[in-house]
């Protein structure tokens, strides 16, 4: 709905306590909005993306359009300070298993310790925790939230360090598309179409991306074997909704991907593929009883495939292939909020998820022949009640609170090993396991005045460790990493205080946190090649072999800053975040005791300037993210970078438009991984884009 040539007294923009209703209010108008329905009254807008509202007393980020810049999801996520995944490289050249997301410092191995939820729906890959983001490439999104802190007790087990919130838009009539070649022989290519029907709408969107790639290697390390690393990613995306009364309606998602990617050089590829459905049903009775259920599925599949390279990089051998990985996540989800008046809010709820999966591989390979087979896998169970309350005792202060109780179960797992045409090496049934934990939040805000609020929180979470953590045994290069099925969950206790500073231009937000997570899962050196290992088999000269375990605690404190200025088409956006992590270890750990978790630096930085006028458009994104050790013993150590990425865009009429854009204008070197020989593998370098993309 679009509303012009109207002259009314100042608007207050109210998010009201039910699912996606905003209203409008001034002295000449009330207006309801439809989730995703865009309004335009004089100079206001407004786009209501049907979720919940989020908690006064969070430390919440929002993701704008500009900040989105290529579409590329974890590229824009990449600008929050302090969010991180595992590795410095992005999808088009890291492996996909070493993509989980964390915030704050919590580290220290590749399984999320973040959720990602896209419409309710949780997104990490039921194996093995990671997030496949070329899946998400395709998607139409309304809005993209960072919620910082664990204790979500709305949004699942697992919010060690945050939560990710990804929202569908809808009931808008839009069509875009654009594509967009680039250095390497780059192809960029998406298209999307969103159309109202009646009070419903539908929205059918797919992305296309391939590159010859970059040789990952740095110069004067590379040998006989090292090549360009190409990449091809695609997906598809439909969504629906359909009203079923005047306050209730049913919204309807299915999406697939695929990704392949290589990693530089012989033996060294891996395959990514899935397909997710989900139904949603949502009731919005004004001043009555408002409530949700949601419905999931998950299919995956993975292939991969490892090759260990010979002194000097002048060959490579087949050492691991681990020929498919499927997996299977299943999930519900029910919430009520009975109503409370205008000064009380309250969710109650329940959710269960479910995760099936396995891996199949081959090795001890003579040339392209295995001489052994491993079959490794199992399922865990997650069933979860929660309950959360927000009540305002007086006009300026927000007091919260939020528990849930889960109840975990692991099953079914094994481990089979066997000589390929010949016998059985082994054949192991592991105990099923179960337990119950909790998840608490308490917090408050403050706010003192029209410019200033206090905010603070204390929290408990608790992850349980994926079946890829408890199964699969992985290598980098000379080095191995051992499964562990006997893994314990993970326990998180934590604090914050925060204060925010709002004007009509200038936002200011700072946090300090502490948290300490009790068994935390990482991967410990226990032994050096060239041997055999348990788990894994031979492991080089040079080579580390590693099993995951379970710490005493990683410690992580620090503080974050967010800020913004805007005037007019300019906006001026900085961060920083300084994290102060170590681990507490003991036993065959003990080395660890003191150092930094793997892969976590000190220091997280940004400044983006962006400007958006009726023709020219313009932005310019620097990050610095400070120096990192590679291993869990600190004798590694990624050095710090500093990257630049900028666009110009001209818009031809109300309908075309074309860009440049840059990657890591100055080409700086960005240290992704560091192996026991001491080679060095790089990060995306210096990317060129030209694009022209169309709106309707």
Known sequence: ???????????????????????????????????????????????????????????????????????????????????????????????????????????????SRAILVLDDVPQADPFGGWISWPGYDALKLASIRVRRGAGQVASGAGALA????????????????????????????????LRK?????????????????????IKGQRGAVDRPAPYEQGGIAIRAVAPLSDNTELQAGMRAFTDERDRGFDFSDNQNSGVDASLRLVNRTPGGWQWSTLGYVQIRDFANRFGAIGTGRNSVGLTL??????????????????????????????????????????????????????????????????????????????????????????????RKEVNIGGTTRSDDVFADRSGWEGTGRAGFAFQANDALRLRGAAYLGWRLPTLNELYRPFRVGADATAANELLAPERLKGA????????????????????????????????????????????????????????DAIYSKGVEFDASYSVQDFTLRAGYAYV????????????????RPAQ??????????SYDGDVISANVNARYFGGQFEDDTNSRRLASAFTVDAGLGYRLGEKFRLELRGENLFDARVEATIGSDGVIERATPRTIWARISVEY
């Open 1 to 111: 709905m679009r509303l012009s040539g109207l002259v009314c007294l100042p608007l207050i923009a109210i998010t009201t306590p039910v699912w996606g209703q905003v209203e409008l209010r001034s002295e000449c108008t009330t207006l309801p909005g439809s989730p995703g329905e865009e309004i335009t009254l004089g100079c206001t807008q407004i786009v209501v993306t049907g979720n919940l509202q989020t908690s006064q007393s969070e430390n919440t980020e929002a993701i704008d359009d500009l900040q989105l810049g290529s579409g590329r999801i974890e590229s824009a996520l990449s600008q929050v300070p302090g969010l991180q995944q595992f590795r410095r490289s992005d999808a088009r050249s890291a492996n996909p298993t070493s993509q989980g997301v964390t915030l704050r410092g919590l580290g220290g191995n590749a399984s």
């Open 162 to 193: 945050g939560v990710i919130e990804l929202d569908s838009k809808q009931n808008v009539n839009q069509l875009n598309a654009s594509v967009a070649y680039g250095s390497r022989n780059s192809l960029d290519a998406k298209s999307s179409l």
């Open 197 to 217: 029907l009646g009070e419903g709408s539908i929205s059918v969107s797919g992305s296309y991306a391939r590159g010859d790639g970059f040789i990952p290697i």
């Open 321 to 414: 292939d681990q020929f498919s990985v499927p997996s299977t996540g299943l999930g519900a989800r029910v919430e009520v909020r009975p109503p409370l008046g205008e000064n009380a809010e309250l969710r109650i709820g329940g959710d269960w998820r479910r995760t099936i999966g396995e891996t199949n591989e081959n090795f001890f390979f003579t040339g392209l022949t295995p001489g052994r087979s491993r079959r490794a896998g199992g399922e865990s169970d997650t069933f979860g009640l929660f309950v959360e309350a927000s009540f305002e005792p007086v006009e300026q202060l927000t007091l919260t609170a939020g528990a849930r109780a889960d109840h975990w179960s692991i099953a079914n797992g094994f």
């Open 496 to 551: 914050e205080i925060g204060v925010d500073i709002q004007s009509d231009s200038l936002k200011f937000g700072a946090t300090a946190f502490a948290n300490r997570l009790d068994n935390a899962i990482a991967n410990v050196g226990l032994g050096v090649g060239p041997a055999n290992f348990p788990g894994v088999g031979f492991v080089a000269a040079g080579g580390v072999y590693r099993q995951r375990r379970n710490l």
């Open 580 to 595: 102060d992590a170590k681990v507490e270890a003991s036993g065959a750990a003990i080395a660890l005791n003191g150092l």
């Open 600 to 609: 976590v630096p000190r220091h997280f930085a940004n400044v983006g300037m």
